[in-house]
């Protein structure tokens, strides 16, 4: 479904990402981890269209994603749910999830995503007229992952949800995007420093250092990876 090849990203003198490849299967979880600096965002930001590749490729259901905007790019399906979350804090909770539905048409399906979001995060229900900046973390990471629902999407790029959560918080939020993707058969690439976390749903990852793929493989196999659990795990 997303297939990148041989991707750099340079920011001036900067070589962020330096040759990676990775690939997102029809309805799979893949981990994509590795330490501040590794280039994770970037790697993210090249296939939502917010950072432009220096070289490589990125093909989406095996079409060339080059010169697609961010724009086109969201409305064929891949939705993002961005570092430091990208909420509106002074708009309410349903506008903010509102503004996730640039796909939908008419008042009706509107209604009936809406219902969805919120039969998946019940607190969004009862906070829905609720300013988004005075939510709670765990309820601002809930409300995001709503409204990147909101577009129907069929891969959802997840950037560090857990970050600034108690640990009880993110099990939920990670046990949801769980449920979301199996029920609803999304694909999803989700980025952790973490990788206990990110393999608690993840069939697959990838570690990222200094730009490139360290290591990539199976749950299991990196869950048996000396060096993974070493400098990953916190074993
Ligand atoms: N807009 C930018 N301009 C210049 N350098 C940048 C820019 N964005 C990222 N970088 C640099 O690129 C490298 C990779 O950054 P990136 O944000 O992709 O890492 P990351 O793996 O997401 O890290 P973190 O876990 O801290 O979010 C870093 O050295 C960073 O300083
Ligand atoms: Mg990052």
Known sequence: MLEIRDLHVTYGAVAAVRGI???VGDGS????MGANGAGKSSTLKSVTGQVRPARGEILWDGRSLAGTSAVRI?????ACVPEGRG???DLTVLDNLRLGAYRLRGSRSLASKL???YDFFPILRDRRDQTAGTLSGGEQQMMVIGRALMAEPRLLLLDEPSLGLAPKIVDQVYGIVGDICRQLDLAALVIEQ???IALSICSSGYVLRNGVVAVHGTRDDLMNDAAIRDSYLGA
């Open 21 to 23: 490849s990775l690939t």
């Open 194 to 196: 973490d990788a206990s």
């Open 29 to 32: 979880i893949v981990a994509l």
């Open 87 to 89: 909420i509106f804090s």
């Open 74 to 78: 969201a409305r064929q399906g891949v």
């Open 115 to 117: 219902d969805a979001v």
